[in-house]
């Protein structure tokens, strides 16, 4: 673990948020059960290793878990060129009229107007295709702009459920299964648009709802469909000169009016992930309800609404390291990491998660 103590004597740096952990702790599947991983509780100076399922206890009656409803797409599509190279697609977006922006990998960039034929389900074989557009949003875009289409005329949601893959994060090993269909994807998932998991909401099941709804916790949600990007390095040690990627949120009209309700009756607000984070935060600081955000939350930032965040633990020199330093505190946050390395915790995607505490005073904001 980094052993440097930035902030009061000097900026944060990329390597402030580095650490190293062993391999064998980045969990490759899914815990048995969803509610059977475990949580490190680190609300309080001395950490308290738990089960996931012990969460109901550590709220309060009138607190507020705020999820995020987003629902992961099979967004990995293969294929290849007329030439016969191989290629890789990841759909970041729904663009409208059978468009789509999408990452691209391939030896050779194809021309623009080019049909890609890509490879379906065996037993639907009905033409699947991607013609190259141009690039997204602009000429300089990272993203690719495709028309991806079939013979018969289904949209592009219909088209990835029956012939993509799962889009598992670039540190787990295998190819997609049915079992990763079912674990990467929440048991709440509604809105579709998502190409990496909502992580921290993965450890939730309908009997840990249940058990969180009678002990009188509230439950709202909030949609953040969560990009590639997060998966994205930061390639400088100036923080200020990272460009932070864009994901489309929408907080609706239900849930602001809980977040209203939760502050008047003295509840916590307790966000289900950094994404819900980034969501009510976003809105938060401006005012916006739906649209994109690039909000980039490093230490230093001035939390207006959430009070505890549930998540899981992120990568070396992540933008989410930051975001939970921020939030947690840098010196707090790297011990649990080293208390977590040394209990054996599971990394990442599949696998635990942990309890925080707003570290900051609270500054005046929306409610």
């Known amino acids: 673990m980094s052993t440097s103590s930035p902030g009061a004597t000097r900026p944060y740096t990329l390597s402030d948020f580095d650490f190293t952990l062993p391999p064998e702790l980045i969990a490759q599947h899914p815990a048995p059960e969803r509610s059977g991983s475990r949580l490190l509780d680190g609300t309080a100076a001395t950490p308290t290793d738990r089960i996931f399922r012990e969460l109901p206890a550590l709220l309060k009656t009138g607190d507020l878990l705020v999820f995020n409803d987003t629902k992961v797409i099979k967004a990995r599509l293969f294929g290849e060129k007329p030439t016969g190279g191989k290629l890789e697609l990841l759909i970041e977006r729904v663009l409208g009229g059978n468009q789509v922006a999408a990452h691209m990998r391939v030896s050779k960039k194809p021309e623009v107007g080019t049909t890609l034929a890509l490879t379906g389900a065996p037993a639907a074989n009905d033409g699947l295709r991607a013609t190259l557009l141009g690039r997204w949003p602009d000429a300089d875009g990272a993203l690719f702009r495709f028309v991806l289409s079939n013979d018969a005329g289904d949209d592009p949601y219909t088209l990835m459920e ?203 904001g929306k409610s």
């Open 162 to 364: 029956r012939h993509g893959h799962v889009p598992l994060p670039p540190y787990i090993s295998h190819r997609d299964s049915a079992q990763d269909a079912a674990r990467y994807q929440t048991v709440f998932a509604k809105n579709p648009g998502a190409v990496a998991a909502p992580t921290a909401a993965l450890h939730f099941d309908d009997a840990l709802l249940d058990a969180i709804d009678a002990s009188g916790v509230q439950r709202a949600h909030v949609t953040l469909h969560v990009g590639a990007g997060t998966f994205q390095p930061i390639k400088t040690e100036n923080l200020a000169e990272h460009q932070m990627h864009s994901e489309w949120y929408d907080v609706p009209l239900a849930t602001r009016q809980a977040v209203a309700a939760c502050r008047a009756r003295g509840g916590r607000i307790v966000a289900v992930g950094t994404t819900t984070v980034r969501t009510l935060e976003a809105w938060a600081q401006t005012g916006q309800v739906t649209g994109d955000t690039q909000i980039f939350i490093t230490p230093g930032f001035e939390f207006k609404l959430v009070d505890l965040l549930i998540t899981n633990f992120h990568l070396p020199k992540s933008t989410l390291m930051m975001l939970v330093s921020a939030f947690a505190g840098y010196q707090h946050i790297m011990a649990l990491y080293a208390h977590a390395i040394h209990q054996q915790y599971r990394f990442f995607s599949y696998g635990d998660a942990m309890l925080l505490r707003l570290e900051q005073v609270r500054v005046s």
